[in-house]
């Protein structure tokens, strides 16, 4: 029935029989061979990487450092550009406090889109209110596109950082984020990407866009929670100091923080997690890039189709109608987004509602909430159909009377 | 005679589907019309559908209405009304709602939305 090459690669489906996961968005499940790196990290292998002198310490400093360049490898960085995060939110906390609030003044600005989710948003609004300096949020189309042109029009030379998703946590729309970066590079303009979306779908090489930050979050592309990753170009790195100070960041008597990435990863780091991450881009590596990207397009054009049959309910899809990634939000005239849900949880089907952590792009949009069904490369043609057999059943419930 | 919520929880765990429960709160949300009360003086704060909840007196004993954006919400409020409607304060500070607690709204109920609900006591302990 519910055939797929990589499913079985995620013992979750197993233990869940039956349930509809099409959460993917907030989190993803994890493969089997990064639970095993989890297990086997505290199983045998768990000391902390304090430079100290016994073995087992050693060892799992040189794994993390591999894990490291895993991570720059797949990034198109260099291994000292790589900084370990908790997230993806606490990366563009970093960028925020400890290069652009340093820069910005009064007569500078930032500027955002209206499509960030608030962990690339709310950073920037805490430290332009600090400085009262001015934050510009960019339009989406009414398709639900990034408005280059508005983008175009807002930066300009008092613009010191431009903070950009690559693809929309609700509308599965990508940015044009080449373009952007090439906007910014005329501006002189510094561009953080969001890439914590687009990863678990898309590879993306930060030499080749040139932008001088990207973030992403491990647990949205198969990997553990609790470690996400912040690009940092090597040119800004002398000149950025820590958010958090702790130990194992500085050397010597004087309180010097060490020259590498390393100096933002103050305290005792979780190595655990850092193996996890590396284990989840192996796992994306060996896998057939092509058929996952034909499968999750298959799958988009398939859900796409079952929308059309849920207009009649007053089903209406947000934004753009050629969705680039698995990610799908919708709204009903004649019922409640918190219901659907609610009902669709009923069904076993998991998704999300609400807001989002858009609030921007729904405030512009002119609407309070949605649900979002967001779907990985272990769903299924089978999942889509019993998703849209139950949202169908819901809306019948819900709007026989309206 | 039973009480409201007694017969309340009797009925629901009569009931053998989930999905009739949820018949069940959708059919009372529907039943309880469009009330005149989405003002920000009735708006319950913190809860992530909109709920809007007016506490009246009428000769000591307690009229309580509620609205909300979602039906689910909207139908569990009304029933907390209905517990309360018609008690005197003290029988209403006195009284808990337990009807939730029965069965299984775990997974639709988040924490944002009970805490709403919640708020509907709130409001009578302070009266
Ligand atoms: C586009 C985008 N950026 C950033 C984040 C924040 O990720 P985290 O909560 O893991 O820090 C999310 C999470 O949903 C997201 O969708």
Known sequence: MMKNKWRNDFPFFAGNPGLVYFDNSATTQKPQIVIDTLCRFYTDENAPISRSAYTLSRKAEQ????????????????????????SATEAANIVAATYAARRLTSRHNIVVTALEHNSNFLPWRQICAGARAELRVVKITQEGCLDLEDLEQKIDDQTIIAAVTCASNFLGSKTEYERVAEICKQHRVSLVLDAAQLVAHQR????????????????????????????VKEEHLVEMNPLLVGGGIVSGQDFC????????????QDVAARLGLASAIQYLQQINENEVAEHEHNLCSYVHSGFQHVEKYGVKMLGNQVVE????????????????????NHFQIAVRSGSLCAQNAFSQMGIEGCVR?????????????????????????????? | MLKTQQKLIKKLSQMEDELD???????????????????????????????????????DKLVLTAD?????????????????????????????????????LAGELNESRRNGLSQISGIIMKL
């Open chain 1, 204 to 231: 993306i090489d930060v030499r080749h866009i040139n932008c001088d930050f990207l973030f992403l979050s491990g647990h949205k592309m198969y990997a553990p929670a609790g470690i996400g990753v912040l690009y």
């Open chain 1, 63 to 86: 794994k993390s450092e591999t894990a490291r360049q895993i991570v720059a490898t797949f990034l198109g960085a260099k291994k000292g550009e790589i900084v370990f995060t908790k």
């Open chain 1, 325 to 344: 990634l698995p990610i799908f939000s919708f709204i009903c005239e004649k019922a409640h987004f918190f219901d659907i849900a609610a009902l669709l």
């Open chain 1, 373 to 402: 069904i967001s779907l990985g490369l272990y769903n299924t043609f089978d999942e889509v159909d019993i998703f849209f057999n139950a949202l169908e059943l819901s809306l019948r419930k819900l709007t026989a009377f309206s």
């Open chain 2, 21 to 59: 429960i949820f018949d069940y709160f959708i059919d009372k949300a529907l039943a309880g019309g469009k009330p005149d009360i989405r003002k920000s003086e009735y708006q319950i704060r913190g809860c992530a559908s909109g709920l809007w909840v007016k506490v009246e007196r009428k000769e």
């Open chain 2, 68 to 104: 909300s954006d979602s039906l689910l919400i909207k139908g569990i409020a009304l029933s907390i009304c209905e517990i309360y409607n018609g008690m005197t304060v003290k029988e209403a500070k006195a009284t808990k709602i337990t009807f939730l607690d029965g069965f299984d």
């Open chain 1, 257 to 268: 923080f060490v020259e590498n990435s390393a100096k933002f990863e103050a305290g005792t």
